[in-house]
């Protein structure tokens, strides 16, 4: 037991001199360290008779806490006056102007997908995506495309594998796809969201933004397309009249196909939609092929429909009088900081979901 005394009473006295951290780590090593003094000290207790051996265990513990007590409080009293120096010395200048900061925008694309969705659920569609990487089936052969067709070429569409199995999607008609696959009519959907090809010019770009509509159900015809599109360009446009024309086309996965003409005019240099001498192509649309219902196990004689496929990006380019396809990617701080929408200064007239 004089040993251990001896040892607490020099090392209580170490501690109470003037010491800096590394020195209060010395301290530690030496008395707990693998060779350090009360470490070796529980090393002996092997050696001793039971009755001797517990008593100074005992006192060996109590040593052992009264010197890490008196560690822990000296290191705390170092780091608590380095603090107080500190705080004595540092001082902050409140009175410095704030930095400079740039508020961010709503991107005319992200304004454009939240005005068509709003829209379109005012009169009961709902909003379904899907992924960007599809597959061959959901993107084409689902679709009624032909194993010629030219937008299967590699220099139409992105394939991510040799075997051409694997691609990123050219339209947002796979989402048609996997909702009908996974659930049974009727159907009244839209799905916007990001589309891939080929091309880049002031008009195209390889990556653009489509909004494909769906309609399934029994009786739907002709009629209820052109009364859907007229109800969507009217208040799209915010315009109470539309000239609107259908002209004959063609696509795979619709028969009969359409593209829609909008009537406009030219007004001090800008176009304004609604009436005028001139036409505009703004979509394509028809009735559902029916290859493409049996591809998906729908009755064709009790379910027939219609979809519509909308360019998001050149819808913007129309409204907000963007002339340039190219600038919606350029990450540009000034062109979005122009035809941008503050978030916090919502237009009287905007009806946008939120997002």
């Given at each position: 037991?004089s040993?251990?005394k001896?040892?607490?009473?020099?090392?209580?006295l170490?501690l109470?001199?003037?010491?800096?951290?590394n020195?209060?780590?010395?301290?530690?090593t030496?008395?707990?360290?693998?060779?350090?003094?009360?470490?070796?000290?529980?090393?002996?207790?092997?050696?001793l008779?039971?009755?001797?051996?517990?008593?100074f265990?005992?006192?060996l513990?109590?040593?052992?806490?009264e010197?890490?007590?008196?560690?822990t409080?000296?290191?705390?009293?170092?780091?608590t006056?380095?603090?107080?120096?500190?705080l004595e010395?540092?001082?902050i200048?409140?009175?410095?102007p704030?930095r400079?900061?740039n508020k961010?925008?709503i991107?005319?694309?992200?304004?454009?997908?939240?005005?068509?969705s709003?829209?379109?659920?005012?009169?009961?569609f709902?909003?379904?995506e899907?992924?960007?990487?599809?597959?061959?089936?959901n993107?084409?052969?689902?679709?009624?495309?032909p194993?010629?067709h030219?937008?299967?070429?590699?220099?139409?569409t992105?394939?991510?594998d040799?075997?051409?199995?694997?691609?990123?999607?050219?339209h947002?008609?796979?989402?048609?796809?996997?909702t009908m696959?996974?659930?049974?009519?009727?159907?009244?959907?839209?799905?916007?969201?990001r589309?891939?090809?080929?091309?880049?010019?002031q008009?195209?770009?390889?990556?653009?933004?489509?909004?494909e509509?769906?309609h399934i159900d029994?009786?739907?015809?002709?009629?209820?397309?052109?009364?859907?599109?007229?109800?969507f360009?009217?208040?799209?446009?915010?315009?109470?009249?539309?000239?609107?024309?259908?002209?004959?086309?063609?696509?795979p996965f619709?028969?009969?196909?359409?593209?829609v003409?909008?009537?406009?005019?030219?007004k001090?240099?800008k176009i304004?939609?609604?009436q005028g001498?001139k036409?505009?192509?703004?979509?394509?649309?028809?009735?559902v092929?029916p290859?493409v219902?049996?591809n998906?196990?729908?009755?064709t004689?009790?379910?027939?429909?219609?979809?519509f496929?909308?360019?998001?990006?050149?819808?913007?380019m129309?409204?907000?009088?963007?002339?340039?396809?190219r600038?919606?990617?350029?990450?540009?701080?000034?062109?979005l900081?122009?035809?941008?929408?503050?978030p916090l200064?919502?237009?009287?007239?905007?009806r946008?979901?939120?997002?």
């Amino acid at each position: 037991m004089s040993d251990i005394k001896k040892i607490k009473d020099e090392f209580l006295l170490k501690l109470k001199k003037n010491l800096d951290l590394n020195q209060i780590n010395q301290i530690k090593t030496d008395l707990f360290g693998k060779t350090g003094l009360i470490s070796s000290q529980f090393k002996q207790l092997g050696k001793l008779e039971e009755e001797e051996r517990k008593k100074f265990a005992s006192d060996l513990n109590s040593v052992k806490n009264e010197l890490q007590n008196s560690i822990t409080t000296k290191i705390n009293y170092i780091e608590t006056s380095e603090i107080n120096q500190k705080l004595e010395k540092e001082k902050i200048d409140i009175t410095l102007p704030e930095r400079p900061f740039n508020k961010g925008k709503i991107h005319p694309v992200s304004q454009v997908i939240d005005e068509i969705s709003s829209i379109f659920s005012e009169i009961g569609f709902s909003v379904e995506e899907g992924p960007d990487v599809e597959n061959e089936y959901n993107n084409f052969t689902a679709l009624n495309t032909p194993d010629n067709h030219p937008a299967r070429d590699m220099h139409d569409t992105f394939y991510l594998d040799d075997k051409k199995e694997l691609l990123l999607r050219t339209h947002t008609s796979p989402v048609q796809i996997r909702t009908m696959l996974k659930d049974k009519p009727p159907f009244k959907i839209i799905a916007p969201g990001r589309t891939y090809r080929s091309d880049s010019d002031q008009t195209h770009a390889p990556m653009f933004h489509q909004v494909e509509g769906l309609h399934i159900d029994k009786d739907i015809n002709m009629g209820h397309l052109k009364g859907c599109l007229n109800y969507f360009i009217k208040e799209f446009f915010e315009v109470d009249k539309i000239k609107m024309r259908f002209r004959p086309s063609h696509f795979p996965f619709t028969e009969p196909s359409a593209e829609v003409d909008i009537g406009y005019e030219i007004k001090d240099g800008k176009i304004v939609i609604g009436q005028g001498d001139k036409w505009l192509e703004i979509l394509g649309c028809g009735m559902v092929h029916p290859n493409v219902l049996k591809n998906l196990k729908i009755d064709t004689k009790k379910y027939q429909g219609y979809a519509f496929g909308i360019g998001i990006d050149r819808l913007a380019m129309l409204k907000y009088g963007i002339n340039d396809l190219r600038a919606f990617f350029d990450c540009d701080y000034r062109w979005l900081n122009h035809f941008g929408f503050d978030p916090l200064d919502v237009p009287s007239n905007y009806r946008g979901l939120s997002r």
